[in-house]
């Protein structure tokens, strides 16, 4: 399977040190960059036109760049017919962005795929949906100066917090729109389970945690659920959890396997 990368950073380059450890099934093509992006993080060529991506004849394109990439590309490489693979999903509570691909999708044969990312418990979720979801909540909690240069400093003075305090509390859509740079865990709970405004979200800043602390809780017909995750960062970029780039492994595999989990 051929696979050409949007983004050439942290998870860009974790996703290509996977792929060549299955490289008689997966091969990276190239990657999309911006101007900075001179030296690819593989063997593969750097270019920056979406045309000359698409020239490499990709099976599937994978988006791990950031929310403009999204916005630029996803109808694009959907029209071309080839699915694609979006790990920015915060970009999608952009109600309009979310509408176009939305109907890019439905255009044409190939499909967008969302990875669960940094969250645990996206089956379940997804699956639960379907007998019908009473209450989904997320709370998410970071170290405090892990909020710093987000409006949290504009509503509490973060080097002075000494207990787990929340920060935010609204729907996912609000929390993704307000704290873009930490949209995608919201986004990707919301569009598992019950939506964007059905959706609650609790950031928290907690002096006790040194990791990023995603915990999804859901009640419906299947029973209930609290499922918590402890992320440790990428190697490469402190602000990505690692999970990311893994679950964005495991969907690429699951592409090239013959049984897929
Ligand atoms: N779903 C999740 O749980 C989850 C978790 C972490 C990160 N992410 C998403 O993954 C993205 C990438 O993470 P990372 O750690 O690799 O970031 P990074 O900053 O290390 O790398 C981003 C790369 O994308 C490139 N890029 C940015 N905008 C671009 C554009 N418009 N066109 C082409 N290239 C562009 C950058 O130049 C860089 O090479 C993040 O921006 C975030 O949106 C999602």
Known sequence: MKIALIGNGAIAKLVTQFCATRAS????????????DTQSVGAHPVVYKLADLLALK??????????SAVEAYAAPVLDAGIDLVIVSTGSLADKKLYDLVKAAADRSTA???????????????????LAGL?????????PP????????????????ITERTVIFSGTAREAALTFPKNA????????????????????VADPGVTQNVHRLEAEGTFGSMQLEIQNNPSPD???????????LMRMIENEAAGILI
């Open 111 to 129: 499909q967008v795929k969302l990875p669960a990312g940094a969250l645990a418990g996206v089956d379940a979720l997804a699956s639960g949906k």
């Open 134 to 142: 009473t209450k989904v909540t997320l709370k998410s909690a970071k």
């Open 58 to 67: 990709p099976d599937l394109v994978v988006e791990c760049a950031g929310h």
């Open 25 to 36: 099934t997966l091969t990276i093509v190239g990657a999309l960059g911006l101007a900075a």
């Open 184 to 203: 995608n865990v919201a986004a990707t709970a919301a569009l598992a389970g019950v939506g964007f405004e059905q959706t609650m979200v609790h950031l």
């Open 237 to 247: 970029n402190p602000k990505t959890s690692h999970m990311a780039a893994l679950s």
């Open 145 to 160: 100066k892990a909020w710093k240069g987000t409006p949290a400093e504009k509503t509490h003075n973060l080097d002075a």
